[in-house]
């Protein structure tokens, strides 16, 4: 959201980005415009601060009762939706946790090689010059297929 955090997490994405020759417009918003873009697709990238104290992030975005919204990489996983509801019973927070843990791995394991990315299925352009990129389809939404959308400038 936008607080001083999320400042200087849109700051550093932005060099790391430039860093490899993309230039990004990166804005911290308040809460509601978060929401409303989000269930708007308003965006071509979140970027959203993840620790074990936000617990609900998970299933927000993978549990199968969230299809199609907000769970727009169309996850649906029994077993992955049990170790959700299972968590949500325990009655400590250290349990919680290391069951969120449980459904973490088992989100890396099975369904990401890398971090869970959100992409809106939409089509990429680019210019000539634009070299080497390679678009790799994955699940999302309603579609077969999305692409990451990178917008460029001279």
């Known amino acids: 959201y936008n607080d001083d955090e999320a ?3 849109a700051e550093a994405t932005q060099n790391m980005l430039a860093g490899v020759g993309i230039k990004a417009n990166i804005t911290p918003l308040d809460k ?3 929401d409303t873009n989000l269930e ?3 965006h071509s990238i979140i970027l959203r601060r993840y620790t074990w104290d936000g ?3 998970l299933p ?3 549990d199968s009762y969230y299809l199609p919204y907000p769970n727009y990489l169309g996850v649906a996983d029994p077993e992955l939706d049990q170790i959700w509801l299972e968590s949500e ?3 400590t927070w250290e349990e919680r946790s290391d069951s969120f843990r449980v459904g973490h791995q088992m989100l890396i394991d099975k369904w990401y090689p890398w971090a869970p990315i959100y992409q809106r299925p939409i089509l990429v352009f680019a210019r000539s010059t634009v070299k080497d990129i390679f678009l790799t389809p994955l699940r999302a939404g309603m579609t077969t297929e999305s692409f990451i959308m990178v917008d460029l400038e001279e």
């Open 7 to 9: 400042g200087r997490l």
């Open 32 to 34: 509601p415009t978060y």
């Open 40 to 42: 708007a697709g308003g």
């Open 55 to 57: 617990l609900d992030i």
């Open 60 to 62: 927000w975005f993978h």
């Open 89 to 91: 019973a325990v009655p």
